[in-house]
T-cell receptor, first 113, second 112 residues
């Protein structure tokens, strides 16, 4: 089955700096990826998605990069704010059953004022 | 807010009991997925319902079952509760299969 994991369990950044959260996946056939933000006591919140026919996608203050060669996904947050403090998950929708999403264990982002 | 609602918010059950969790999907969404999230971990896919039929299942035993109704709301039923079933149960709705999923706030289940 698919395996989605994160390199860093905790990331601390200074307010105003840029943040980069990384994610590795093992299934080269995966074709759709989503980044979620989860605040304490809440459900995951959709941030941005990307399909395998793209390398980069930008949203408001966020950019997702996909490197299919090394099966790596990253989320960049520009000008990180205290409200960005949360756990971030990448999720992969594999081709064995495109209805299933596989989540990594998450990275906790701490934004220091 | 995503427009996905779940009830109840919290629930405490005893081992061996049965529980039903409920989810109302976002307006216009015909697909509902259920996830189990243990403390400190990412959500684990339980199953998905599309137009009232199960449309994909994760590695969960048959005592985890579900329903989707004509209005696309959904239920998750768990029989013979075990201590390890204690978790946050998340419901996510999507416009269609294989598209982005929007999560509800979850139901926190504690099994004692």
């Amino acid at each position: 089955g698919e395996s989605v994991g994160l390199h860093l369990p905790t990331l601390s950044v200074q307010e105003g700096d840029n943040s980069i959260i990384n994610c590795a996946y093992s299934n080269s056939a995966s074709d759709y990826f989503i980044w979620y933000k989860q605040e304490s006591g809440k459900g995951p919140q959709f941030i941005i998605d990307i399909r395998s026919n793209m390398d980069k996608r930008q949203g408001q203050r966020v950019t997702v990069l996909l490197n299919k060669t090394v099966k790596h996904l990253s989320l960049q947050i520009a000008a990180t704010q205290p409200g960005d403090s949360a756990v971030y998950f990448c999720a992969e929708n594999g081709r064995d059953n495109f209805n299933k999403f596989y989540f990594g264990s998450g990275t906790k982002l701490n934004v220091k004022p | 807010e995503t427009g996905v609602t779940q009830s109840p918010t919290h629930l405490i059950k005893t081992r061996g009991q049965q529980v039903t969790l409920r989810c109302s999907s976002q307006s216009g969404h015909n697909t509902v997925s259920w996830y189990q999230q243990a403390l400190g971990q990412g959500p684990q896919f339980i199953f998905q319902y599309y137009r009232e039929e199960e449309n994909g299942r994760g590695n969960f035993p048959p005592r985890f079952s579900g329903l989707q109704f004509p209005n696309y709301s959904s239920e998750l039923n768990v029989n013979a509760l075990e201590l390890d079933d204690s978790a946050l149960y998340l419901c996510a709705s999507s416009l269609d299969r294989g598209t982005e999923q929007y999560f509800g706030p979850g139901t926190r289940l504690t099994v004692t």
